[in-house]
């Protein structure tokens, strides 16, 4: 079964990871637009991010055989820094022009901060001004309310459900966004917020339908192998292929076919792995034998 991580920041990641990944079925993954752990100092460096989203971070996903998308956007954390917030405002509809960006994302709360809620608002615009679905990430700590106030600021900026995808949900806030017409992510983490098991529990309960798992691995404690391993752990309780499938393949696909930007037989086909080409002079190899693969 072909499989699609539609939350992963690869750019923290390693080239096993790419090759594990690979070799568990991930063919097609979406890399949102994120802080990097430590605020940011100059718009600059954001721009520099991005263009690596579109380039560098590309061709590495290709070099391992997986097909490589991303979202733009400007992150709730370092929203909160206007200074640095107004400046990559000002970059975003440049690069949400770009191939290859998929939605506007991940936008959100953290904080819940009223100055989270003005960008929040204002990157829902660009989005509806680009024609792109949009990537919700929730908050950790508030997870209910900070999920319930951003199906109101959906609701309010009255861009269509269909086009929202809220991130990071659990057992308290999924019948929530099932209510609405936005689809539900889950982030399958090694310990904390949701695991195998339970996510098993939620599909058994509510089904598949706008259900969409990932592993959101980034540069903390992650498992870049959380959807192969989730789609295990249904199969071993008996959710039939065809859900699975759904939810690990074809829902991810769906949403983000939304963009425009996706050609769908291109992304239902291998990428043909050629590790003799480099970008920009580079290659990903350190003298081993180029693997090429598909041609
Ligand atoms: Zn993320």
Redesign the pocket.
């Known amino acids: 079964m072909r499989l699609f991580d539609p ?3 690869m750019t923290s990641r390693t080239t096993d990871d790419y090759q594990a990944m690979y070799d568990a079925g991930i063919r097609a993954i979406v890399e ?1 637009a ?1 802080w990097l752990g430590q605020p940011r100092t100059h718009v600059g460096s954001f721009e520099d991010y991005f263009l690596s989203l579109l380039g560098w971070e590309r061709f590495r996903s290709a070099q391992f055989g997986i097909h490589h998308l991303c979202t733009i956007g400007l ?1 709730p954390k370092e929203a909160n820094n206007p200074r640095l917030a107004d400046g990559v405002m000002e970059l975003l509809p440049r690069y949400l022009e770009k191939d290859g960006v998929v939605a506007v994302g ?1 936008i959100g709360f953290d904080d819940m901060s009223p100055i989270e809620e003005k960008y929040m608002f204002a990157q829902i615009e660009l989005a509806k001004q680009a024609g792109l679905p949009i990537l919700i ?1 929730t908050p950790h700590r508030d997870k209910k309310r900070g999920t319930l106030r951003t199906l109101d600021v959906v609701r309010e900026s009255q861009i269509p459900e269909h086009l929202v995808l809220v ?2 949900n659990n057992e308290e806030t999924l019948p929530h966004v099932l209510d609405t017409g936005c689809w539900a992510g889950h ?1 399958i983490y090694p310990e904390t917020k949701m695991d195998e098991r339970r996510m098993t529990v939620l599909v058994q309960k509510f089904g598949a339908e706008r259900i969409i798992i990932n592993s ?1 691995a ?1 540069w903390g404690v992650s498992d870049p192998l959380k959807v192969p391993k989730t789609v295990n752990t249904m199969r071993e309780a008996g959710i039939p292929e065809e859900q699975i499938k759904r939810i690990a393949w074809e829902n991810p696909r769906d949403f983000f076919v939304q963009s425009g930007r996706i050609d769908v037989k291109t992304l239902e086909r291998d990428v043909v792995i050629d590790q003799r080409q480099l970008h920009e002079d580079n290659s990903v190899l350190r003298g081993q034998q180029p693997l090429v693969q598909g041609k």
């Open positions: 939350h992963i920041h949102p994120f992150n991940e990430h991130d990071h982030s959101a980034d």
